[in-house]
């Protein structure tokens, strides 16, 4: 690829059938172009789990993913409440989500640490009252 | 192992999906993002959460199927997406201790 390819997503923040369209749609694109089971497996769940954060905290957000042949970057931009407190939401099994989204099975708390565990680099850029964005690496072996 | 064998031994009643010819290894739990730590490709899932979040981590994960234990039913939206994304699921009244007791005893037994 010269370019990296571009892929754009709106993720609905009413609808939780729905959130993993993207993450779905990113994978069935990867396995299109021929990127490792590993690659797809990893990029899908880090995308999956953070729009499944977006449709929890922060009634949905935008999805944009780069895809090149060294590297795919997933960008999740949201007007949520924000993070108040970046180092304890990476805290594995620390969550505030509300009971109905329990419910559902999600609200472990290892939604933020997996997304760490299965990409390379992940920075989270967030302002109280403002929003978060969270950009995610996957790199691709040679 | 031979999903097929094991579906009969254990006489799981099939609820959508394509079955699949073999799994390789078993993950127990409900949590979905636990699940999706720890849940690896081509393993058999088995939990209780039936609402259709379950089909998007089980494709997510590459599982081999998910088995519903205690009597859960999937529900029909579920269901709807399990057949469209080829997801294998199966239901049992077992528990899930007794389902990877049963697999783990016909695995030692070679019978799967």
Redesign the interface.
């Known amino acids: 690829m010269a370019e990296p390819l571009h892929l754009h997503f709106a993720v609905d923040g009413q609808d939780f059938s729905s959130a993993g369209q993207a993450s779905v749609t990113v994978k069935k694109r990867l396995r299109q172009l021929g990127f490792s089971p590993e690659v797809m497996r990893r990029v899908s769940i880090a995308m999956y789990e953070g729009e499944i954060n977006m449709v929890i905290h922060a009634h949905g957000g935008e999805a944009d993913v780069y895809i090149s042949d060294t590297e795919i970057v997933i960008v999740l931009s949201d007007r949520g409440p924000g993070i108040k407190d970046v180092a304890l939401a990476m805290q594995a099994g620390y969550s505030t989500a509300r009971e109905e989204i329990r419910a559902l099975g999600f609200g472990a708390g290892m939604g933020l640490p997996n997304m760490k565990k299965y990409t390379d680099e992940m920075q989270i850029d967030t302002k109280i009252g403002v929003g978060t964005t969270v950009l995610m690496k996957v790199r691709v072996k040679p | 192992m031979n999903f097929s064998a094991l579906a009969a031994r254990l006489s799981l009643e099939h609820a959508a999906g394509p079955v699949p010819a073999s799994f390789d290894g078993v993950y127990a739990g409900?949590?979905?993002?636990?699940v999706?730590?720890r849940l690896e490709?081509d393993q058999l899932w088995i939990t209780i959460?039936n609402?259709?979040?379950?089909v998007?981590?089980a494709?997510?994960?590459?599982a081999a199927a998910v088995i519903l234990a205690e009597d859960v039913s999937l529900l029909p939206?579920a269901a709807a997406a399990a057949e469209e994304?080829g997801i294998a699921v199966f239901r049992t009244e077992m528990t899930a201790y007794e389902i990877c007791r049963e697999i783990s005893r016909l695995a030692d037994g070679g019978a799967i």
Do not use: G
Request: hydrophobic letters at 45%.
């Open positions: 409900d949590l979905l993002s636990r999706m730590s490709k959460m609402n259709v979040n379950v998007a981590v494709s997510l994960s590459e939206e994304k």
